[in-house]
């Protein structure tokens, strides 16, 4: 039988079932991209909350409107389970599980491996598999496949293969699923065909490599680019701090050059999904190969640090007011990792409210994303209500997120002392509003 032909015609004419495994900020996303296509789309995850409300006509992120979902599970185009059992009879299943990093920086691949797992006991021959979860080179060929084939299926003729990496910004009114270019990587040259076929149904442009692993490199490539370049800048604000110069004012000024400079921007430190873990996957493959990932590891140092900065820097505006860290009350604006989003993941306002606690001050936050949040020891911290009398109340206001609902000149006007993380502020007058 030709599976490959069967599948593409289901494909092309909108009668393969597909299933997303994971439904995430990445997951979600792209079930509503193909739901919308036509495709009838079955959601799977293990949290039982997303699912209900998936069914219920719900959303539970922010880039994903309650009426895309409704309209799609009112269609029947769209649904969710937590079982794997219930995917079996699907034509293609792409893998958006998370790949986060254990405490000691190196890959947790239990999701993926149980992914892998729980699919093969589904497999059937005419099946394509996609994993778009970020990890390290190797991974789709080391893991997924041998799970997918087994004993009696081939690559490429019975079953397909590849790797194709997400591409999602969280709260990017600009770019989404279906106007970002997507790169495949099949394990053979028909594995990436059936997958650019069904890919194309949901996203405009896709990128063909000739493999899973160059897949899975372009994106680490891509945020670990953006990790050295924000590991660079975040140096020369450290640099620029030793020599009494305005860093906004060397950035803005270099940035006019028209070739051969792309102006990249000091920080709080690192946050989110991609940039502060994909590095390490890059870097953790390589020591298993006796090298190591230098760039990578200095600007994890840098990055990581730059919390540390932040704590200066309330000392500093602190003391304008002859006061100490201990004692003062510090109101923390936006916790999430960047503006106009609700995701808290490795933000680094966690390590600044943990660090200024854990030098006795009392710290509370507002973020209009981010209702509570939860520190170590399980501490439980809920977004104070915005108002004047919340500024006033402050020794210092941190702003770490820029949120575009946050009204600047009222900060500015109702704050005795503000450390200004994200250069929000026009002017720092060096005592009254303190910058990196």
């Known amino acids: 039988m030709n599976y490959k032909a069967t599948l593409l015609n289901k494909i092309v004419n909108r009668k393969a079932k597909v299933a997303v495994a994971g439904l995430g900020y990445v997951g979600l996303p792209l079930a509503v991209e193909f739901a919308e296509a036509g495709f009838q789309v079955l959601g799977l995850d293990v949290e039982a909350d997303k699912v209900q409300q998936i069914n219920a006509g719900r959303s539970y ?25 219930d995917i079996k009879d699907v034509d293609a299943i792409s893998i958006c599980v998370p790949t986060p990093l254990r405490k000691t920086r190196d890959p947790d691949m239990s999701y993926i491996i149980k992914a892998a797992k729980s699919i093969a006991e589904i497999r059937r021959p005419g099946m394509l598999i996609v994993l778009e979860s970020t990890t390290y ?5 080391e893991i997924v496949l041998p799970e997918i084939t087994g004993d009696d299926l081939v690559a490429g003729e019975d079953v397909f293969v590849a790797y194709s990496p997400e591409r999602i910004d969280p709260g990017n009114q600009t770019f989404s699923v279906r106007n970002t270019p ?8 028909h594995c990436t065909d059936v997958a650019t076929v069904l890919y194309s149904a949901a996203v405009d442009t896709i990128i063909k490599v000739s493999s899973p692993t160059a897949a899975e490199m372009v994106k680490l490539l891509e945020n670990t680019f953006r990790a050295v370049n924000i590991g660079l800048v975040n140096e020369m604000a450290l640099m620029c701090n030793k020599l009494d110069i305005d860093v906004w004012e060397v950035i803005n000024a270099a940035a006019t050059k028209p070739f051969g400079y792309m102006p990249f921007f000091p920080g709080p430190g690192l946050g989110g999904h991609c940039i502060p873990v994909d590095p390490h996957y890059l870097s953790w493959k390589l020591k298993t190969l006796n090298y190591n990932a230098r760039f990578i590891e200095l600007a994890s140092e840098i990055n990581t640090s730059m919390p540390y900065y932040v704590i200066e820097k309330v000392t500093e505006a602190l003391n304008n007011q002859e006061r100490a860290v201990r004692g003062s009350r510090i109101v923390i604006l936006g916790v999430a990792y960047k503006g106009d989003v609700d995701d808290v993941r490795e933000s680094p306002a966690l390590d600044i409210i943990s660090l200024l606690r854990h030098r006795g001050a009392a710290v509370c936050y507002h973020d209009p994303h981010v209702p509570e949040i939860s520190l170590e020891n399980e501490l439980l911290l809920r977004s104070e209500v915005y108002s004047t009398g919340l500024l006033q109340s402050a020794d210092c206001v941190v702003v770490v997120t820029d949120h575009s609902t946050f009204d600047w000149r009222e900060i500015a006007s109702n704050s005795r002392s503000i450390v200004d993380t994200r250069h929000v502020f026009e002017t720092h007058d060096g005592e009254h509003i303190i910058g990196l």
């Open 182 to 189: 997507k790169v495949v990587g099949g394990i053979t040259t």
């Open 61 to 85: 992120i922010d880039d994903v409107t309650h009426e895309r979902i409704r309209s799609l599970t009112q269609s029947g185009r769209l649904s969710a389970t937590c079982d794997y059992e």
């Open 137 to 141: 080179p190797g991974t789709t060929e």
